[in-house]
């Protein structure tokens, strides 16, 4: 299997603290992908970091992603009430068909 | 910003009847998906849509499940026979490209109950 395994699988942390959750994967991939989910919504495209690249930023996301050891993690900085979601990494199937999700961290932002 | 539309966002069936969940990809999209979730577990892919033709399907995908794009805009999932386990959210997708690195893009989903 090419899923995404996050962890932890939750995690509740006061506003202001920076929140960091973690990625391992199986295969080789292309890139990676880090979506958010807010209870009882769509998920919704955070960012992408491609295979040669080892870190991306995105406003007060930073993306790591380390292919030696298949491991990606998603930093979110001075977190808000508002960042409480889930958030998955997802990896492309080889074929370049599917997007495989993992099973998400379910962040709890407490004001 | 363009986004993708589901519906209906919530049904409720009963077991054995036949379900169509509908889905509006963006405009200009050219491959399309569905994804389920059962309630407080991970996303599951199950079946990806090319040019008329389904590109990648999932073990979960088996043949009480077909995916048609009617005409130029819609994109349905029909599940032939409903079962109780088909409870879940039904998340239709879609991207502009193939290639590695296009964003898919999710619809906000069609909540599925079977009683």
């Known amino acids: 299997s090419q899923q995404g395994e996050e962890d932890p699988q939750a995690l509740s942390i006061q506003e202001g603290e920076n929140a960091t959750m973690n990625c391992s994967y199986k295969?080789?991939?292309?890139?990676l992908q880090w979506y958010r989910q807010n209870s009882g919504r769509g998920l919704v495209h955070l960012i992408l970091i491609r295979s040669n690249e080892r870190e991306k930023h995105s406003g007060r996301l930073r993306v790591t992603l380390d292919t030696s050891k298949k491991s990606s993690s998603l930093l979110i900085t001075a977190s808000r009430a508002a960042d409480t979601a889930s958030y998955f990494c997802?990896?492309?199937?080889?074929?370049?068909?599917?997007?495989?999700f993992g099973k998400g961290t379910t962040l709890s932002v407490s004001s | 910003e363009p986004e993708v539309t589901q519906t209906p966002s919530h049904q409720v069936t009963q077991m054995g009847q036949e379900v169509i969940l509908r889905c509006v990809p963006i405009?200009?999209?050219?491959?399309f998906y569905w994804y389920r979730q059962i309630l407080g577990q991970k996303v599951e892919f199950l079946v990806s849509f090319y040019n008329n033709e389904i590109s990648e399907k999932s073990e979960i995908f088996d043949d009480q499940f077909s995916v048609e794009r009617p005409d130029g805009s819609n994109f349905t999932l029909k599940i032939r026979s409903t079962k109780l386990e088909d409870s879940a959210m039904y998340f239709c997708?879609?991207?502009?490209?193939?290639?590695?690195?296009?964003?898919?893009?999710f619809g906000e989903g069609s909540w599925l109950t079977v009683v």
């Open positions: 405009s200009n999209h050219l491959y």
């Open positions: 997708a879609s991207r502009s490209q193939g290639s590695s690195g296009n964003t898919i893009y």
């Open positions: 295969t080789s991939i292309n890139n």
């Open positions: 997802a990896t492309e199937n080889q074929a370049g068909t599917a997007l495989i």
